[in-house]
């Protein structure tokens, strides 16, 4: 049985640890959302790749739901005593090793599939894990600058992290999205795939930035096995994260219902055969077939039954 899962970082991760209990003689393939990537003191930072291989590799600091346990910032306190900008951006020193590997196997000329996958083989996440493409894409907002109030290009990270999605956001740019190509193994992994799974990520940044990457979404539209979401949005609030402040500027609904229909039924020329929404949600997606079931993954118990019920709805049984 093959599964492939298309995600992001926190909840991608948690959903991701479900399905491998869930399934666990299946091979999973995660593709992982790149977008958000950025380089930073000259370093390349690919967050939700690392978020996903700390998770599974069990080195992940559970209470932040990113970053390294038992991570120290002396690197960053120095980094600051020295006025380096961005100074909103820290770097773990745990985590700063995986950023030096990275920018290095980057700098030799080794694309970031091979970096990642070089970079799991201390992890062993137990899926195989791709980035959504070699390529260099990155996220950017559009937002009016607070003191002039004219248009304003912010890379995600920065609006995320520093402004915590406080600016309006007119909208989101994928920079170099339509040059990029899907990392080898992406295109096939989706093509033969026995399910291919939305996990509750960003439909906007997450999931939206993958699906963006030409020849992804064909790929997904033309799978072997049935495409099932999982909502991110329960009772009309994001999981987690900020996909409420993305959702409306791309003209969606925030509410379950919204995002199924944004995603749409694969039969007629969208992408889902099922949506799985939180126990108690209405909604109605035309010719795709909605399943109300518990989607807080608030303990390992809870996050399996979740993966259950997806792959349930994708007509395998682990």
């Known amino acids: 049985m093959h599964i492939v899962v298309l995600a992001g970082g926190v909840g991608g991760a948690r959903f991701l640890t479900g399905v491998l209990a869930a399934a666990p003689g299946a091979e999973v393939t995660a593709v992982v959302n790149t977008g958000d990537d950025v380089t930073m003191h000259g370093l390349r930072i690919c967050p939700d790749l690392d978020t996903v291989m700390y998770t599974l590799g069990d080195g992940i600091d559970e209470e932040r739901g990113w970053g390294r346990r038992g991570e120290s910032w002396v690197v960053k306190d120095e980094l600051a005593a020295y006025g380096a900008e961005p100074t909103w951006f820290g770097l773990g020193d745990r985590d700063l090793a995986t950023h030096l590997v990275r920018t290095r196997m980057l700098d030799a000329g080794y694309p970031l599939s091979d970096v990642t996958a070089a970079l799991a083989q201390r992890w062993q996440p137990g899926v195989r894990l791709l980035p959504m493409s070699d390529q260099r894409v990155e996220t950017h907002v559009v937002v009016d600058d607070p003191e002039t109030g004219r248009p304003q290009a912010l890379h995600f990270q920065e609006w995320w992290v520093r402004h915590r999605a406080a600016l309006d956001a007119r909208s989101f740019v994928q920079v170099g999205v339509d040059e990029a190509r899907p990392a080898p193994g992406v295109v096939e992994s989706?093509?033969?795939?026995?399910?291919?799974l939305f996990a509750p990520s960003n439909p906007v940044v997450s999931i939206g930035t993958v699906l963006g990457v030409p020849g992804i979404r064909d790929a997904v539209q033309a799978a072997a096995g049935r495409v099932v979401g999982v909502s991110p949005i329960v009772d009309g609030a994001a999981l987690r994260g900020m996909a409420d402040r993305c959702l409306p500027v791309v003209g969606v609904e925030v509410s379950a219902q919204g995002v199924g229909r944004h995603y749409?039924?694969?039969?007629?020329?969208?992408?889902?055969?099922?949506?799985?929404?939180?126990?108690?949600?209405?909604?109605?997606?035309?010719?795709?077939d909605v399943r109300a079931v518990p989607l807080l993954m608030s303990s390992p118990a809870a996050t399996r039954d979740l993966a259950r019920a997806a792959l349930d709805a994708a007509g395998i049984a682990p």
Do not use: E
Request: charged share 20%.
């Open 190 to 196: 989706l093509r033969s795939a026995d399910a291919v």
């Open 264 to 288: 749409g039924a694969r039969t007629d020329g969208g992408l889902l055969d099922a949506w799985l929404v939180h126990t108690g949600d209405a909604a109605t997606v035309p010719r795709v």
